[in-house]
């Protein structure tokens, strides 16, 4: 695929109702870590917690040994430094899982729409359509969701001004603001270009040179 290729991917949190999701339009060579980053800024998550794609039977994600002390198994994944989007779709591959927070287990379906020549014009990636607001970190995954949506429509619920509170004082699920996704994902853009990674990822371990094979 050609190095100037962008690639238009659907992100759907799964059994969202109604569904919660975004299309975005990325670089078919962006790393599987910046597509973490990119799926949580377009979804609007806090980038808190641990993430994980399963790709055709494969696991990305990121490794730490000290990870397998708590039985997430790391020592079975791929490097999501070491691997790109354009491998998985040379492979024919147009779906696949990206879940956030194994506490909560915020399952996202993640769909290969189609690949388009880049636009010049354009800041990569970019969000160009969304539905919904995404929920509050720690909820409790989607049954938790469901029950504050559920509270906070009831002023007379025994719940209603604590977790009034704890959302901060409003939530509104319908609430998506595309100008603002955008404002985010510019910066990450931004970094990715440059050579400025380790900022963003300060966490991240010395590149080594030898490269995963997917």
């Known amino acids: 695929m050609s190095k100037d290729t962008a690639v238009q991917i659907k992100i759907v949190l799964k059994n969202s ?9 990325v670089d078919s060579a962006i790393s599987f870590e910046e597509l973490h980053y990119t799926i949580q ?19 990305i994600g990121v490794i730490d040994e000290e990870m397998d002390d708590y ?21 024919g591959i147009k779906k696949f899982t990206y879940e956030y927070d194994f506490g909560d287990s915020w399952e996202h379906s993640i769909e290969i ?28 995954g989607i049954p938790g969701y469901l029950y504050l949506l559920e509270v906070l429509k009831d002023p007379t619920h025994p719940e ?48 080594d040179d030898d490269e995963e094979e997917f």
């Not at 800024?41 to 696991?59: A, Q, R």
């Not at 509170?165 to 509104?172: A, S």
């Not at 998506?176 to 966490?203: Q, Y």
């Open 17 to 25: 109702k109604p569904p919660i999701w975004r299309r975005v339009l």
């Open 41 to 59: 800024l377009s979804m609007g998550w806090g980038i808190y917690h641990l993430y994980e794609f399963k790709v055709d039977g494969y696991k």
């Open 71 to 91: 039985g997430f198994g790391a020592s079975e994944m791929i490097d999501s430094e070491e691997i790109i989007l354009d491998e998985i779709i040379s492979k």
């Open 113 to 140: 729409e189609k690949t388009l020549p880049m636009d010049p014009e354009k800041f990569y990636p970019v969000c160009i359509k969304g539905n919904m607001n995404c929920p509050p970190e720690d909820v409790g």
């Open 160 to 207: 209603y001004e604590e977790l009034k509170e704890w959302v901060g004082g409003e939530y509104d699920p319908e609430d998506f603001d595309l100008d603002e996704t955008n404002f985010f994902l510019r910066e990450i853009g931004e970094i990715m270009d440059s050579d400025e990674d380790d900022d963003l990822f300060p966490g991240d371990a010395e590149d």
